[in-house]
């Protein structure tokens, strides 16, 4: 599991722009909310994958407590998939021919292609037929073009994404900056979320912090969404 490391004055620049809370949520309407799993593929858990993220096989057990709180208290589940598709109508040219060797670019189009044994999600994650498993050909699941995502929650009433999965300060992060800029409210689980050193995961966790997401380790992310579905119950 990665060492979280934010520094105490990132944290208080947060808490300022917050008027002096530690977190930004208290309470949640969970029929609103959808945890959005990022990318827990086979070619990104599995030993020595195409982009193997160690660390991603350590999450997999917070971030099914997280989804199995999320569906009982009556939210919903938005599993993930990075997918390379070589005849999407936006192409994502620059990505392959410019960031990228020809070796990497067959081997990330082998691993990630449909139907592909890295592009399947990993089968340790609780995936149930109410949640949804959406395709995405970007780092962010909300580019306009290249993932439905954004269409199929805000047709089910979404206004609150908690953000798990791999990799931290890649699709993760992301989909996390592109919520909040979308109008959406953006909770990022500390530990929930995994990448290739822990100085790349807490580089984002500082910008989630301090701009971009109410940021939370499970344990209290699960007692945020308990005490929203007894208080929902109780009124």
């Known amino acids: 599991m990665h060492k979280i490391s934010i520094p105490d004055h990132v944290a208080a620049r947060g808490r300022l722009q917050r008027g002096g809370r530690e977190f930004i949520f208290d309470r949640l309407d969970m029929s609103k909310v959808a945890h959005v799993i990022v990318d827990l593929q086979n070619g990104f858990v599995a030993e020595g994958a195409a982009v193997e993220v160690p660390v991603a096989r350590e999450i997999v ?6 989804a199995k709180a999320v569906r009982v208290a009556g939210g919903l589940n938005c599993f993930l998939r990075y997918t390379y598709d070589g005849s999407e109508k936006l192409p994502w040219n620059v990505w392959f021919e410019n960031y990228m060797s020809p070796a990497q670019f067959e081997i990330m189009k082998a691993a990630f292609e449909r139907g592909a044994d890295g592009w399947q999600l990993w089968p340790e994650l609780d995936v149930r037929d109410s949640d949804l ?31 798990t999965g791999t990799l931290t300060n890649c699709c993760c992060e992301s989909t996390a900056r592109d919520a909040l800029q979308m109008g959406y409210n953006v909770i990022f689980v500390t530990d929930g979320n995994a990448t290739l050193s822990d100085e790349e995961h807490n580089a984002t966790l500082l910008s989630m912090s301090a701009i971009f997401a109410d940021v939370m380790d499970t344990e209290r992310l699960l007692g945020l969404i308990a005490g929203s579905a007894e208080a929902r119950a109780a009124a």
Do not use: H, W, Y
Request: hydrophobic share 45%; with cysteine.
């Open 133 to 163: 498993v959406v395709d995405k050909t970007r780092f962010s699941a909300l580019i306009p073009g290249t993932c439905e995502m954004d269409q199929l929650l805000k047709s089910r009433g979404i206004d609150t994404l908690i953000i």
């Open 61 to 66: 057990g917070q971030v099914n407590a997280i």
